[in-house]
């Protein structure tokens, strides 16, 4: 324990690199969530063109709106391509949202007016503009989803009412290519809600590389149990109902089928005779005829990728993947020209890694070695044979990108500078756009070149580096502290005049879902500024990433498997425990909070722990794990049914007798996604245990509790409730 102390009373006395402070301005929720004080400005519909010369942007001006082309090198305007004032459909203005571009570069899809549907897809109006005349096009009367061009740039595929079409440009012609969609019932093109939430994907077709073949997804969601809740907008409440698998139902059954826009004909690939599994990508190899269809096991422990025919379905098994817990479904992979090689990643090492794979040999080569993750490919040079990736080599909590060939040699780090840089690679790969920033270094966007050099800077966030100047800000640093059994990355914000003499009460923040972080070399920290605003009213917040948090190998990530929530949280009431153990900490004043799996687990630490938390807030959480989806909770825990104790000893909802502190409960009554039901299930137990909480409850409101007012009203209760009880 003593060297616990000493390690936290070192890092506290430690040189600062913080942000300079000169004024004492203090933060209010209203500069937050009313006046955005604070915005970090990006680079907004940056796109780079394919002569890898020139980029295009929106640039917004009062109320006019352009899409502008940029010199990559220099930031010179070179033309504006639209302009909302002058390029009228109709006679009216285009709120245009964002863009694409056809191959050829000719023509653009413009998407306006969104109407979400799930959390992450929405219907729109599109809109074809030819950049030459500057004619502009509707693509459908109504809107539509995912419209997106064929690679000849003829035609544009989407969705529209659950089924697929495409127009085809030249003839201003609509082709329907299913006619069985319904709501609720059949989707053809478009992800079911626990696919797109949980295999991170919405637009459920691909188009082939000759523009000859459409693949896509039907779903048949008839058989898969609904959820309905109350939207409270009218005098009687709308009933909203849709598919939801909860864990151990069924799902939907998924087929994939590809149109042949020549023949009109459409195959059915061949998945096998189970339809209990999960298809969880689709990808064209390089090959324009044949498609590589991803088969994974209900248990998500076994992984086939099919070789499909796209003339008849026929399918042939040439690549597999085990592991003993699960496996994550990413998109890193790349098909070589000819569809016999590709570059993928792995965990097969302990680590994720990218690997160089010949399906005809079975050689696997392991481009990445060492004992650390790789983030993401950034891009594949297939001409001079080179690989483009992040990775979090140098440090779990830094993101820097690299270049390796294809035998794994010759690798570069191309951005040296410490911290985390994400990265977008540029078409032709002679330029990346870097955003990098530190934990007190807010984000700096520049154009690299293929070495690393630095180009130009496209956004350094001058404005807000000086705005942070003006307020007493508290001092942020990166540190170690003790888990149950290892060091955890953390950190921690001390009050501005932080005196070490003193006791301060302290509020710990935590996600601690599978593979997540939250503790990085990065700018700004999750909630940053209203912990900032906390840490002026004398609060320490710190933020400690426990087991089965991610970039620390498979091993430490996969530990908490078939019992989520039971180690995550007996980190985090170990790591209270040593704060407590401080000189300058007030042990009797401890609390957490979080959101989501981040809710679930600070509902869990103050009844598994209430010898050590004396408030907490719960936001949004999963309060069983048999109220979540299938998808993401069978990965974990498998099903309730092969699992009852990893359920039930793990859950929030059956530790409500444990509950001595304070606890404020939180959530959105239109949440889709960790449904109302857990709120309402845990709130029964409370009651039932007869223990008294406070709670807090948003009509209407979905999983991020957002839209007008509500932000501001939810951390003005949530400051407050911090304030009356630690």
Not at 196 to 208: I, K, L, V
Not at 238 to 259: C, H, L
Not at 349 to 376: F, I
Not at 379 to 404: C, G, I
Request: glycine share 6%; proline share 3%; net charge neutral.
């Amino acid at each position: 324990m003593r060297n616990i102390i000493l390690l936290f009373a070192t890092l506290l006395f430690m040189h600062s690199t913080a942000l300079a402070q000169s004024e004492n301005k203090e933060i209010t929720l209203e500069d937050l969530y009313s006046k955005g004080t604070f915005r970090v400005k990006g680079v907004p519909g940056f796109n780079a063109m394919k002569d890898g010369k020139m980029y295009t942007q929106i640039d917004r001006e009062k109320t006019h709106l352009f899409i502008r082309v940029y010199y990559l090198e220099t930031g010179k305007q070179e033309r504006t391509l639209f302009d909302n004032a002058t390029n009228r459909f109709d006679g009216k203005e285009l709120a245009v949202e964002s863009y694409s571009f056809s191959e050829d570069e000719q023509q653009m899809l413009l998407y306006c007016e969104s109407e979400q549907v799930y959390r992450h897809s929405a219907v729109q109006m599109v809109y074809l503009f030819h950049i030459a005349s500057g004619k502009l096009t509707k693509i459908d009367n109504d809107k539509i989803m995912h419209a997106t061009f064929s690679p000849d740039g003829i035609k544009v595929a989407y969705v529209k009412n659950n089924n697929m079409y495409y127009k085809d440009l030249a003839k201003e012609m609509i082709v329907q290519i299913s006619e069985d969609g319904a709501k609720n019932q059949i989707i053809n093109g478009n992800c079911d809600w626990v696919y797109e939430e949980e295999f991170s994907f919405t637009q459920a077709f691909e188009w082939s590389e000759d523009s000859k073949y459409l693949a896509y997804y039907r779903f048949d969601e008839s058989k898969v149990p609904e959820y309905t809740m109350a939207k409270y907008t009218g005098l009687y409440p709308e009933q909203y109902t849709y598919r939801y698998p909860k864990a151990g139902e069924r799902n939907s059954e998924v087929q994939i089928k590809i149109y042949n826009t020549a023949t009109k004909n459409t195959a059915i690939a061949n998945t096998g005779a189970s339809t209990d599994i999960y298809i969880p990508r689709i990808k064209w190899t390089e090959n324009a005829s044949e498609l590589c269809v991803f088969r994974l096991n209900r248990l998500q422990n076994y992984l086939e990728l099919l070789l499909t025919n796209a003339d008849n379905g026929s399918t042939t098994v040439f690549f597999t993947e085990s592991n003993e817990k699960y496996i994550e479904i990413s998109d890193e992979i790349r098909f070589l020209p000819g569809g016999k090689e590709m570059i993928m990643s792995s965990e097969r090492s302990g680590y994720t890694h990218l690997y160089h794979y010949n399906r005809e040999t079975k050689k696997m080569t392991d481009l990445t070695p060492g004992n650390y993750d790789v983030e993401s490919i950034s891009a594949v040079d297939v001409v001079k044979k080179l690989v483009y990736y992040t990775a979090a080599e140098a440090s779990p909590l830094q993101r820097h990108l690299y270049v390796v060939n294809f035998a794994g040699k010759k690798k570069k780090n191309i951005t040296p500078e410490s911290g985390t840089h994400n990265i977008t690679a540029c078409k032709g790969n002679k330029y990346f756009l870097d955003k990098h920033s530190q934990v007190n270094k807010v984000p700096v966007f520049t154009l690299r070149d293929a070495d690393g050099k630095i180009i130009r800077t496209l956004e350094d966030n001058h404005e807000l580096e000086a705005k942070l100047k003006e307020y007493a800000l508290g001092n942020v640093r990166l540190m170690n502290v003790m888990g149950v059994s290892e060091n955890l990355n953390a950190w921690m914000i001390t009050p501005p005049g932080f005196d070490s003499t003193k006791k301060y009460p302290v509020l710990m923040f935590q996600y601690s879902g599978p593979g997540s972080q939250q503790v990085a070399d990065k700018f700004p920290l999750g909630n940053y500024f209203w912990h900032q605003l906390l840490a002026q009213k004398g609060y320490i917040i710190v933020c400690a990433d426990g087991t089965g948090t991610g970039y620390r190998g498979e091993s430490f990530k996969k530990k908490t498997y078939l019992q989520l929530g039971k180690y995550e949280s007996d980190d985090q009431i170990a790591v209270a425990k040593n704060l407590g153990s401080l000189p300058y900490v007030d042990k009797d004043r401890i609390g957490i909070w979080g959101w989501s799996y981040g809710g679930f687990m600070s509902a869990t630490c103050i009844m598994k722990g209430n010898d050590v938390f004396k408030a907490a807030i719960s936001v949004a959480p999963v309060t069983n794990w048999r109220y979540y989806d299938n998808i993401y909770t069978e990965r974990y825990m498998r099903t309730p049914q092969e699992n009852e104790k990893g359920y039930d000893e793990n859950a929030p909802e059956k530790m409500a007798g444990k509950l001595k502190g304070k606890l404020l409960l939180v959530h959105g009554t239109a949440d889709d996604n960790v449904h109302f039901q857990n709120a309402a299930m845990l709130t029964t137990a409370l009651i039932k245990a007869n223990k008294q909480f406070d709670n807090a409850y948003y009509p209407d409101k979905a999983h991020g509790i957002s839209g007008g007012n509500t932000s501001l009203h939810l951390y003005t209760k949530m400051t407050k409730f911090i304030l009356d009880n630690l």
